[in-house]
């Protein structure tokens, strides 16, 4: 891991930076690459944007470790609000959840409870709700929640990390229950021991999941395969094998973040793929803005830039 993804990724769990990061101005006006707004309006106006395109989307409300049981209340009930006004405006548009959003670190049951209800109303709405994945700390009990809800509602789905080596069995587990999975390649500073520190492993890992993952597909029972990446090598080789597999175009769905590889969102929905694209708001962005910039270090100066600019 580079130097400077690792610091990056400290600054994002480090809880006083965590508090004065966001009021720093350059940092604010960056963060406007990835993010269309803080408002939920702003996040409904730039999925109606891509809607002429082709492009469907997810959206995401950011928060992470919630500490206080009213406000993971208060983000379920917004997220069941939300889940609400998008159906009767008829976008066409998934949540994904981060689960100590809805307050993991209070306990098992709160956070199952607050799913539980979004998963709800997720269902009612024909809706289909994602569930993110998390430091390493957090995986078992997220595999446990979403096998759980999978018992109860049929649309779910959770994120797994290429870069962990537990993945392929995890997958193995999720696929047989029709749980889909949207892969990626991790985003968290992870120990040896239990990520590959080689990205060039965890790309080569990511392709090998995906195989299985689209064999999956053939297994009819309501498994979804999501490819959650930007890397276009990686996306042509996985489309690649789709067509020798005799799988169709749109059999192969990728899911991007708002604001990445827009050219190449519009080259796959032009050959057949099935495209989704993650928009994120609210206030809390600053640990997810700083794994964003850990991504691709060359991020950095673009916020230096817009510091010498004024
Ligand atoms: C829809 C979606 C959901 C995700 N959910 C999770 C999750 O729940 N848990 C988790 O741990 N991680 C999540 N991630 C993040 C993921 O783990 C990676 O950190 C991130 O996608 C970067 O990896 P990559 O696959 O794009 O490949 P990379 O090899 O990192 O990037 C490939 C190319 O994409 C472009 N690119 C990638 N990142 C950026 C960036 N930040 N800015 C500008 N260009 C960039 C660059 O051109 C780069 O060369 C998610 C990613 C996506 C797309």
Redesign the pocket.
């Known amino acids: 891991m580079s130097l400077m993804r690792s610091v990056l990724l400290a600054i994002s769990e480090n809880r006083w930076m965590r508090e004065r990061g966001p009021r720093l101005w350059f940092v604010r006006r960056a963060v406007r690459?990835?993010m269309p707004g803080e408002a939920f309006e702003d996040m409904l106006r730039a999925a109606d944007g891509l809607r002429p395109s082709g492009i469907d989307t997810?959206f995401t409300r950011l928060g992470e470790n919630v500490a206080d049981a009213r406000e993971a209340s208060a983000v379920t009930r917004h997220y069941v609000d939300v889940l609400q006004a998008i159906a009767s405006k008829g976008i066409r548009c998934e949540p994904?959840i981060?689960l100590t959003q809805l307050g993991l670190d209070l306990g098992k049951e709160q956070a199952y409870a607050n799913l539980r209800a979004m998963a709800e109303r997720s269902h009612e709405t024909g809706n289909y709700l994602?569930?993110?994945?998390?430091q390493t700390s957090y995986v078992d009990v997220t595999l446990e929640l979403t096998r759980r809800l999978k018992t109860e509602f049929p649309r779910v789905g959770v994120?797994l990390?290429?870069?962990l080596y537990r993945t392929a069995a995890d997958l193995e587990s999720l696929i047989n229950p029709g749980i889909g999975v949207?892969l990626?390649?991790?985003?968290?500073k992870e120990p040896p021991e239990l990520a590959y520190p080689k990205?060039t492993d965890?790309?080569e890992n990511?392709f090998k999941l995906s195989v299985a993952m689209l064999e999956g597909l053939g297994r009819k029972n309501g498994f979804r395969p999501?490819f959650?990446?930007?890397?276009?090598?990686?996306i042509t080789r996985i489309q690649a094998h789709a067509e020798r597999a005799g799988l169709a175009a749109q059999d192969v769905e990728v899911?991007?973040?708002y604001?990445?590889?827009r050219a190449e969102q519009e080259r796959l929905v032009k050959v057949g793929a099935v495209v989704?694209?993650?928009i994120a708001y609210g206030a809390y962005w600053f640990p997810w803005y700083m794994?964003?910039?850990?991504?691709?270090p060359?991020?950095v100066w673009f916020v230096l830039r817009s510091i010498v600019r004024g």
Do not use: P
């Open positions: 690459k990835f997810v994904s981060k994602w569930i993110d994945m998390e994120c990390q290429a870069y949207r990626v390649k991790g985003a968290y990205k965890v790309d990511f999501v959650g990446t930007h890397d276009t090598g990686l899911h991007m973040l604001g990445i590889q989704r694209v993650l794994r964003r910039l850990a991504e691709r060359a991020n």
